[in-house]
């Protein structure tokens, strides 16, 4: 969730973010990493990706949540983490798009390809899944 403090509290940034708030218990300890952002453009990007992936997720029967939307999306793109290598076997796994393991500049590359991929399989235009994104 990303959050921005305003008058001495806390309060979530994105429509994304107020729901997983709303889900948050009352009188239940929460643990958090605080960090302050790299740029605001890189957690629109960010937000939209993940927007991307539940969009998906909804509009398909194949994924059982956007966790795994993101992983295939990752690997059709071929952006992997190799794990181990025995002889010819090669074992691997979907890269992380944090912001330390992946650059803005590196993103947004991808961000186009999850786009068209997301096209293709939705059977529907850059555009229209622009004005169906919520985040």
Request: hydrophobic share 40%; proline share 4%.
């Amino acid at each position: 969730m990303i959050f921005i403090k305003q008058h001495g509290k806390f309060k979530p940034v994105y429509r994304s973010d107020h729901d997983e708030w709303d889900k948050l218990k009352e009188n239940v300890l929460y643990i958090a990493k605080i960090s302050k952002v790299r740029d605001k453009s890189d957690i629109k990007l960010f937000k939209k990706y993940w927007a991307l992936m539940r969009l998906i997720h909804d509009q398909s029967d194949t994924f059982d949540d956007p966790e795994s939307v993101s992983d295939w999306m990752k690997l059709k793109c071929n952006l992997i983490e190799i794990i181990e290598q025995r002889g010819e076997k090669v074992f691997f796994k979907p890269k992380s798009i944090a912001w330390e393991n992946l650059p803005p500049e590196q993103f947004e590359m991808y961000w186009n390809r999850f786009v068209k991929i997301a096209c293709e399989l939705l059977g529907c235009t850059e555009y229209e899944i622009d004005e169906n994104l919520i985040f």
